[in-house]
């Protein structure tokens, strides 16, 4: 049961992380079909963005009542059913339309699952799973491509996508009866920091158990520590997608394909670098995971900034920041109920989850706004405080929570 449990939830991160990449991959088309300016794209970000921020923390909630097996499932059928209409959308009101239940759906099952996974599963299987995130977001500009090249047309890869997430709906549903058989697993142990609170071993919320406000969570010592932290390191990670090609072009006169093709290797180094933390994760632990994560983002955005002839410092800088942001988002979800007690959990994850989403969502057009003041030059120095940020906040919590157990 565990394992078979397991494999679902595998599959269901590689489709969740599907839709991701296609409004970036298939806008330049869409945005003549509709016939509406190019920064509308911006538009339905922010509708999604704000539709995930209010599922991820009313996630805990949800999950309380319902278990987080049916609030997957149906979290699921929502994006889903926002793909279909996607896919028929004819006009850019519509488009936005179905952004709300999208950004619902996707809201409620990051924060549903990333929780779930942190209970039950190894600090190993919470990185991989992550990288399998990242393998669907790799493969849906691949989709809009096909589907563009072979006459589908943008609504097409939109339709593809959409069946995927029906299908894996099915399966969600079909295993409901596992997720309650699986909830009486013990959670392995988050690696070195295992013991690190008193009450990690309580159990954790289930359906029916009492409701943990919003204003309760946020009382409870640590938590505006690790906001701060995720919040950085998402606002790293999105400003490094958005603008590390533009960055090396413009002001490193990096050759364009040359650059953009290094800025992928951003998210691919994630990837890749997610897949191989999984090998240490259990035995180096959580606190190492973050710690060694930022620090390596802080030396390869260093090495960005270094003004040498050559740019081959600078590529391997944007790769090792890649490499370094792997393990920290999947190692601050894992540490969670080690953390703050396995009961508070889940109210905690959603509440990252919405830090996690205003990080992505605001510090790209604030660097934006930064960068036509005083230049793209600044790139590294925005990461580095975005790092010095992050690494203080979990520092300060890491001493906080062992102090709570001396």
Known sequence: MYSLLLAIIYIA??????PDSLLGAGWPVMQESLDVPV?????????IASGTVLSSLASERLTRRFG?????AVSVAMTAAALFGFSTSGEFWMLCLWAIPYGLGAGAVDAALNNYVALHYAARHMNWLHSFWGVGASISPFIMSYAITSGLGWSGAYLIVGVT????????LVSLPLWGKVNTVVAPAAAPDADAVPDAAEAPAGKGSAHVSLATALRIPGVRLILAAFFAYCALESTSILWASTYLAEERAVDPATAAAFGSLFLLGITAGRFLAGFVADRVGD??????GFVAVGVGALMLALPLETNVVALAGLVMAGLGSAPIYPAIIHSTPVNFGRRNSQAIIGIQMAAAYAGSTLAPPLFGALSAWAGL??????LL????LGLAMSERLNRMVTRRTV
Request: glycine share 12%; no cysteine.
């Open 385 to 388: 405080v975005l790092v010095a």
């Open 287 to 292: 606190r190492q995971l973050i710690r060694g």
């Open 165 to 172: 997430q029906s299908i894996l709906t099915f399966v969600l």
């Open 13 to 18: 991160f590689v489709s969740l992380g599907l």
């Open 377 to 382: 030059w600044i790139l590294p120095l925005f």
């Open 39 to 47: 920064g509308f794209a911006g538009i339905v970000t922010m509708i």
């Open 68 to 72: 987080a097996g049916l609030v997957t």
